[in-house]
């Protein structure tokens, strides 16, 4: 009887680990260079963040998804910190919220042009 539920108990964590690892598109995703991370949000939204800190302790963590056509939603983006006219001109759009701020712009590369894909920002926790 043991036997059984422990085996059951295995074969319940395997197969949610499978989910989890699926559902998050582990499976799809590239190769990161060191020192960078991976994000994947609700909307299906997949970023490669280089070259930045992840602070989840203090910051929660947005996508902000831009259209693109469908075989792109769910190819993974490779994101960097916006140039100082960029982030200007984000924020603007996005309505200047107090305590928000962009932590990545993210594209894509399809047949050597680069497509916007998403903007990552960020926001204390409270």
Not at 14 to 26: A, D, E, L, T
Request: hydrophobic residues 35%.
């Amino acid at each position: 009887m043991l036997k059984k539920i422990l085996g059951l108990l295995l074969l319940a964590a395997i197969g949610y680990g499978g989910y989890y690892y699926f559902s998050r598109g582990y499976h799809t995703r590239p190769d990161i260079p060191e020192g960078s991370f991976s994000m994947k949000f609700k909307s299906g939204f997949r970023a490669i963040v280089l070259n930045q800190e992840l602070d989840v302790i203090d910051r929660k963590y947005f996508g902000h998804s831009v259209e693109v056509p469908f075989y792109l939603e769910k190819a993974w983006s490779f994101c960097e910190a916006p140039t100082p006219e960029e982030n200007e001109q984000i924020l603007r759009e996005l309505g200047n919220r107090p305590g928000e701020r962009v932590d990545g712009v993210c594209r894509i590369d399809v047949d050597g042009k680069s497509v916007l894909r998403g903007i990552i920002a960020s926001v204390p926790r409270l």
